[in-house]
């Protein structure tokens, strides 16, 4: 079955050529559009969607509110933010409501591409040293005084797991990670598993900016 996509971008023509390219793809099929965030709940409703290609400066409702209430909904379709520009409060903004990833609107096609699919088999498609350029720059944006009951969630981690969380969080991949603890790639794997169903989050940008949020690591990447 295809990986069904849903674009919402008030830009007609942007629109078309990522239509146009996902639709010489086997394995995708442009099943919705929008032109803002309004008419793109309002679609939702009614169509089933696996990946949300979402811009976010768009009249009515931006996509940051819009991934919001997506990523509210009950087994909600995954989110990847689309932007101008790679440092951009925006997609910073979109990561907390919930989205797995973003791009850059002018990504090529075959990166653009890549990234539907691991969205879609449940990886997150930031890199991490743009999600940590992000973090470090907007840290200081992160609500004071809120984040009191997360700090109790990390008490459900292992110290192997915090460890393997603020590795993650300051951007190394399972492997690198692996041979930083000298542990197999697979038990990494475990690991980052386990953080997610105890932390209750979707992917491993969920990891970073809780990370960021509960003090675990601190601006500039390290715990």
Same mark, same amino acid.
């Given at each position: ?16 050529g990522f239509r ?11 099943v919705a559009e ?68 973003? $791009? %850059? ?9 890549? +990234?539907? &699919?691991? *969205?879609? @088999?449940?990886?997150? /498609? ?39 969380? $603020? %590795? ?9 990670? +692996?041979? &930083?603890? *000298?542990? @197999?790639?697979?038990? /990494? ?10 932390l209750g989050l ?22």
């Amino acid at each position: 079955m295809p990986i069904r996509v849903m674009l919402v971008d008030d830009q007609v023509l942007l629109r078309t050529g990522f239509r146009m390219v996902l639709a010489a793809q086997p394995d995708m099929e442009v099943v919705a559009e929008a032109g803002d965030g309004v008419e793109a709940l309002q679609v939702l409703r009614s169509t089933a969607v696996d990946v949300v290609l979402m811009d976010v400066r768009m009249p009515k409702l931006d996509g940051v509110e819009t991934t919001r209430r997506i990523c509210s909904e009950p087994n909600p379709p995954k989110v990847l933010i689309l932007t101008t520009f790679d440092l951009d409060e925006y997609a910073f903004s979109g990561l907390k409501a919930g989205a797995s990833g973003f $791009m %850059l609107k002018d990504v090529p096609p075959g990166e653009l591409l890549a +990234a539907i &699919r691991s *969205v879609h @088999s449940g990886d997150a /498609v930031v890199a991490p040293s743009t999600t940590r350029r992000l973090l470090d720059r907007f840290a200081p944006m992160l609500p004071g005084g809120t984040t009191e009951p997360r700090h109790k969630e990390l008490e459900r981690l292992t110290e192997r797991e915090r460890e393997v969380m $603020m %590795l993650v969080a300051q951007g190394l991949s399972n492997g690198e990670i +692996a041979a &930083r603890l *000298v542990l @197999s790639e697979a038990t /990494v794997k475990t690991h980052v598993g386990r953080i997610l169903t105890k932390l209750g989050l979707r992917d491993r940008v969920q990891v970073v900016v809780l990370a960021y949020e509960t003090g675990l690591v601190r601006a500039g990447g390290h715990g």
